[in-house]
Every structure is written in C-alpha cells, then in structure tokens.
RNA sequence: GGCCCCAUGGUCAAGCGGUUAAGACACCACCCUUUCACGGUGGUAUCAUGGGUUCGAAUCCCGUUGGGGUCACCA
C-alpha cells in the first residue's frame, strides 16, 4: 500500500516537517532537578476538590524543585465547553494561592504557547500525517451505530470491548475499500495501529505508586475525530512532550490509560515524561466509600467552600495533610512557618483513597481562624459577607468601633488562649448576630418557666451597667442562693442533691435570655457591649417565652 | 466480567523484620474555670483473612476476601 499518498488523500497540504517543532519547542533550560508540571483541564467550568488537590501536589512539586507550572485547557471536546470557565479555574485556585508561571489566560514565557489545544490543531495533524505514512495509523470508517452494535456483541460473548485484533475491521482494509470510501465523502477518524499484545506485562515505576505492571495495549485507540481534532491521548503525548512536561501528577483514574500513552510515546519517538498517580478523594455513603460526586456531593464544588466562607488557608491545610503524610507533624512543629517551606515529597504522597472528614476540615479551619487578629478577622468576614451575606449582615461593619468589640471577645483576645468559636466566615456571622439584633432561641432552657421568671426579675431589679465583672457576678450568685441554687460549684458538686441546681444554671438562663444561646463568651462583657436598654429589653421579652 | 490499583482504630495515618503498634480528628470521662468556651489529663478503639519465609512478621512472598478505578470520535 502506498501509506504516502494515503496520507496526503486523507490530510491534505504541506505540513512543518517534525523537526521543526523540536527546534520550536525546545528543551527548557532549568537547573538540574527542576520538573516541570502542569494543570490541564478541560473548559467544562467546573472545578472541583480533586482539581485543587491535583494543583497542590504539582504546584509544590514544580515550585519547590525551582521549576515551571503551567495551565493547559484540553479543550478538543467542543460539547464540555463554558465560556469563562478558564477564567473561573484561575481564580478558583488563586484563592488557594496557586499561582501559574504560564499558561492559558496568564501569559508568562510564550515559548510554549498555545496553550489551548484548538490551537495546536496544525501539529497534531503533521504527526498524525506522519504516522499514516509510516503505517503506524489508518483511517476507520465504522460509525458510532456500527461500532457500539460491536461493543454489545462483545459483552454478550464475554469479550474485551474495544477496537483491536480481529474486531478492528479497518485495520486490515484494501487501498481500493480505503479510497471507495473515501470517494464515497464517508467521514473517518485516525486509528493508532497498535502492535502491543495484551500478554506482555510491563514493569513500570510510578513515582506515587512504586513499581506497577502494565499490560501491553492492543487497543488500535482513535487518535485523529472526524473533525480532524486529535483525544486525549494524542494531545497529552505531543503537549506534554514539546512543553516539556518532566512529571505528570494526575488523578489514578489515567491509571487504565497509561498502556495506551505509553505505546503512544514510543511510536512518536517521544522520551516518556514520569508519572504520579494520585489517589482520589472518597466519600461515605452508606456502607460503602466511593468516590466524591459531583451530582451528589456540594463539597466537592470549589465554590461551596467559598460560599460557606471557608478560609481558603485551612482548606489549603487540610488537602496538604491529605497529600503529605507527614506534613501534619511538621506543621505542629513549625506551626509558624510559610507552608512553601514543608518539604513537600511527591514519594510521601498516599497510595490510597482518603475519605474527605469535613470534621477535620472544620478542626483546622477553627485552629486556623483564631490565630488571626480582629483586624484580619473582619477584613475576611467583609470580604466574604460582600459577596454572599445578608443585607443584615452587611450592616455590621457599619459601627467598626463595636465590630472590633464583639470579635475581639468572640475571639478571647486578651485571654490566656484563644477562643475557637468560629469555624467559617458564615458560620461567624451568625453566631455574632445576637449582638446586632434580637435572635431566635436556638437552645433549651434547663430551668423551669415560673423559675426562669424569678430570676429574670430579680437580675432585672439589681442590673446595673456600671458595675464591674466581680460585683455582677455577686448580683447572679446572690440570685442563685435566694432561688435555691449552690453559689458554689464544689459544694455543689459535693451534694448536688440538696441544691435545685447551681449558678450555672442560673448563669444559663441569663445567657439563654439575653443572647439566644447556650454557648457564648462572657456574658458580662455581652451585656456591656450590648447597653442597658437593650439587656434590659431582651430579658423583659424572655419572660414570655 | 477482563485489566489495574489499594488494604493499620469510626476517619486521616506513623511504622520499612525485634515498638508497651506514634500522633491528629471524632467520641467518652475527669480536672481547671465565678457562667460559656479555651486548655489539661486520661480512656474506648486498628494491623481484613489463610498459608508460607524467618529464631522472630503490621512490615517480605503467595492465595483468598473486601474496597476502588477503568474498559468512548469525554477528558
């Protein structure tokens, strides 16, 4: 068969001859060691958890060895396409502080460019051209209908699925079949022709996984569609060799594909770039784990940790404690360190799914938040209460003066160690509204009504705004005992039967009253900040209820 | 189903042939505390299973089981 004048019938024109793209795309110059990693999404718009913990491991790996990260947009499928969608993933993992040195949308050095695969359509055909000449590729022409009647064909007899070997019935066409159909104006794609045999097992050594095997593909796989834009698989071999990729960190779901990559590279006559592949994030569900869904699961939407107002540092924590074992223990070491100084290890990077604890998240997430100052504290609630609170919520930082009070408190500024009583940005500014305006009771009194009432009236007969902490306190335990509550906890814990409860209880339905809640800082300091006629009016209210 | 990956408490996990099998989250108890927290101390709880190899196995090998991934002109 005349595979050149194939060729020429089936991508017609003059094309670059190849060398000229390695002279274009040529190595980079980096020290020794740097790798060269990147990000390629598809423009689908959605960016998810498994992305951003993607983008730290080959944001640090790049990073820390003194190398390049790049964004790449996979965008040669025409349907996933969303406009803004590039726009909307760098900013995303802006958030999380990954920062691209080139790419799509960025700029950075041009050498590589493009970045986006439409653009590289001209390559891609040159060497796609260039294997049909050399036999290593053919033209198909089964349709969609044909070629899933042989997919069912093959599950009924117990068959592997796919197009190789016998089934790959253009594989072996006639050049007169080849040209009558081609004659005939019938639409094709460019088929590898695979010469693996699924016998042979490969060694192969992952840089996450150790050493693997992997069988041989014979999988005569699409490289070229009909509309002449190469899948996935051509694209990744050719970008990730002339820009230069050294290590690609990926999700282990390219696991099952690695076979075809692999033949892909050597027909190309393309040194391998290494491999990483990392686990992915697991779910609960039931009785069994799964992987995070993007229909089930709204934590596994970037944007719901920035609705919920997540710090982006803590979720940014917690994914490094998920790809780097040890990284937990450094930071309780170095728990003031910038985190681009943790020795990030693409070898500590877990081999199995981890199950995504929001548990732990909201732990980091509290540590993280009270180590900020009241200053950074509002700064991040105003930010966040901008763009997603209430128009309520947004008058809080009407009167700075208060704000810096009620957060200063919330936070145990001043005290001996901090609070932890705010976990995301919308999580705080509900638990400081009751500050602000009168709030629904979300907690139960312990006390009876009739007693409630006694003691409201009585804390309402001797409250005095000008007393201190101390002399408050009196006034409460002096309430207590006339109501036949212990005024002292040890004596109380001593025989807490001769007592109808203690100055807690009593302290509980003073807090309950006034702020809604059974949990809240110092109520004295609440009342102080709140003022007389507000107190005042809140606890007359809390008689009713 | 074929192929591949994975396997230490409820969760994340340390461990690299000899340990009383770390630590963190969650949970429970107690302590501290003028109230709420914070904090402190302690506790419950793990090597999936069966065979080897070895003086000795969580660690090495094989089988079994279980879980996961993947089998497109999607990435």
Known sequence: MNYKAL?????????????????????????????????????????????????????????????????RI??????RKVDGAVEAVINALRYFDIKFDEGAEIGGDETYAPWYQRERAEMYRAFAKHLIEEGRAYPCFCTEEELSALREEQTQRKEITGYYGKYAKCRNLSEEEIYRNLDAGKPFVIRLRSMGDPANKIKFRDAVKGEITVTENDQDVVILKSDGIPTYHFAHAIDDHFMRTTLVIRGEEWLASLPIHIELFDVLGFRRPRYGHNCSLMKQDGETRRKLSKRKDPELSLEFY???????????????????????EWYQKNPDAPLEEFPFKVEKMSKSGSLFDLDKLNDISKNELSKLSVADMGAFLKVWAEEFGTEEQRHYFDDEEKLSRVLALCMGVGGKKRRKDFMTASQAMETIRYFFERTPRTDEYRVEKAERCGILSDFLATYSPADDAQVWFEKVKAIAGKHGFATDMKEYKL???????????????????TTGRANTPDLWTIMQILGENEVHGRLEKAKDE
């Not at 990147?38 to 820390?64: K, Q, V």
């Not at 025989?495 to 009253?513: H, N, Y």
Request: net charge negative; charged share 25%; glycine share 8%.
């Open 495 to 513: 025989s807490p039967e001769s007592f109808k409860g203690s100055v807690a209880d009593v302290a509980e339905v003073l807090r309950i009253a």
């Open 306 to 328: 920035r609705k919920e107002g997540y710090f982006a540092r803590a979720v940014k924590i917690y994914m490094l404690t998920l790809l780097n074992s040890n990284f937990e």
């Open 7 to 71: 060729a020429e019938r089936l991508l017609p024109g003059e094309y670059p001859p190849l060398s000229r793209y390695e002279e274009k795309y040529p190595p980079r110059d980096l020290p020794d060691g740097a790798e060269v990693t990147r990000l390629a999404p598809s423009p689908t718009g959605f960016i998810h958890l498994g992305n951003l913990f993607a983008a730290i491991a080959n944001e640090r790996i790049a990073h820390r060895s003194g190398g390049v990260l790049y964004l």
């Open 74 to 79: 996979e965008d040669t499928d025409l349907k």
